[in-house]
């Protein structure tokens, strides 16, 4: 168990709908990332958090948007969405922002857009 | 800009067989960080070890190995004596300094009993 807690695990919704996925960090992480698996694209990178401020961006379309809360749980938005964006979104957190620093990832929230 | 190629799509061995599990890195930065990640069938990602750009000395974990080589910009992964439990997607990913990781497209072992 990373410690790093991802809900809902599965969501299906239809295109053009907004959905919010929530990450909770280990405990004494102040950093979250957020990244998409698709089969195509692999692991991409979208945003990263540190303690509340936005530290770094990714691919992340203009339709997505996230953002850390002072209790640093972490929250990414996706709206408008389209087929394409079915994936599984993995949210990790770290100790510090520094590359050095593993990430431990979330088990994932599976999305399905029909 | 950094960049992590896993060459290897697929691999499949029997069981007690070893594997190599490539991974070639592209970097400017002459600080760097290193990593393999393993997700197994269930899905979640799971960190296995980081390597700084200035320690070359190889690792062993068990029946897990890691051969660090800057001359050839390579990180490669040994698993010995492979079992069942090994099948996964195996993850090389790179950092350079302060930037988020960037992962390879992965390389899914499967070991057949």
């Known amino acids: 168990d990373s410690g790093v807690t991802q809900t809902p695990k599965h969501l299906i919704t239809a295109t053009g709908q907004r959905v919010t996925l929530r990450c909770s960090p280990r405990?004494?992480?102040?950093?979250v990332y957020w990244y998409q698996q698709s089969l195509d694209q692999g692991l991409q990178f979208l945003i990263q958090?540190?303690?509340?401020?936005?530290?770094a961006k990714g691919n992340i379309l203009e339709r997505f948007s996230a953002q850390q809360f002072p209790d640093l749980h972490s929250e990414l938005n996706l709206s408008s969405l389209e087929l394409g964006d079915s994936a599984l979104y993995f949210c990790?957190?770290?100790?510090?922002?520094?590359?050095?620093?593993?990430?431990?990832f979330g088990n994932g929230t599976r999305l399905t857009v029909t | 800009a950094q960049k992590v190629t896993q060459a290897q799509t697929e691999i499949s061995v029997v069981e007690k067989e070893d594997v190599t599990l490539d991974c070639v890195y592209e970097?400017?930065?002459?600080?760097?960080?290193l990593f393999w990640y393993k997700q197994p069938p269930s899905g979640e990602l799971v960190f296995l070890i980081r390597r700084n750009s200035f320690d070359e000395q190889n690792e062993i974990s068990g029946r897990y190995s890691w051969n660090f080589q800057k001359s050839t910009s390579s990180f490669n992964f040994t698993i010995t004596a492979s079992q069942v439990v090994d099948s996964a997607v195996y993850f090389c990913a790179l950092s350079e300094g302060n930037t988020p990781l960037v992962f390879g497209k992965g390389t899914r072992l499967s070991v057949i009993a």
């Open positions: 970097t400017r930065d002459t600080t760097y960080y």
């Open positions: 958090y540190y303690n509340g401020e936005e530290r």
């Open positions: 990790a957190s770290s100790l510090s922002d520094r590359g050095n620093s593993p990430l431990h």
């Open positions: 405990s004494g992480d102040l950093s």
